[in-house]
């Protein structure tokens, strides 16, 4: 079992910038790729960004590519989102996911979530 946690998220102006964390626990979690899903006000849950375990390549989505950074530090055994350029339309839950690869029902782990709110 892989124990995922959120944190980070807040409000802010458009054009800001936040980091959201994900603090990874259980046997194997150190093993896992790990992803970031977002599901704003009245819309399906979609992917942000994923990085894989080995290599540690990287995947974003269209929407967020040149302005959010997912990284990782096994020391500490969290994953980051780091987002800049925030625009209104970045408002939404953002979830840890871990497990899986790229689409939503690949992954095993899943946390509550974090919310970010975009103001313009």
């Known amino acids: 079992q892989v124990q995922l946690k959120e944190t980070g998220g807040g409000s802010v102006q458009a054009g800001g910038s936040l980091t959201l964390s994900c603090a990874v626990s259980g046997r194997t979690s150190s093993r896992e790729n790990m992803a970031w899903f977002r599901r704003a006000p009245g819309k399906d849950r979609e992917f942000v960004a994923a990085m894989k375990f080995h290599g540690g390549s990287t995947v974003y989505a269209d929407s967020v590519k040149g302005r959010f950074t997912i990284s990782r530090d096994f020391a500490k055994n969290t994953v980051s989102l780091q987002m800049n350029s925030l625009k209104s339309e970045d408002t939404a839950v953002y979830y840890c996911?871990?497990?899986?690869?790229?689409?939503?029902?690949?992954?095993?782990?899943w946390g509550p979530g974090t919310q970010v709110t975009v103001s313009s």
């Open positions: 996911a871990a497990g899986g690869w790229l689409t939503q029902t690949s992954y095993l782990y």
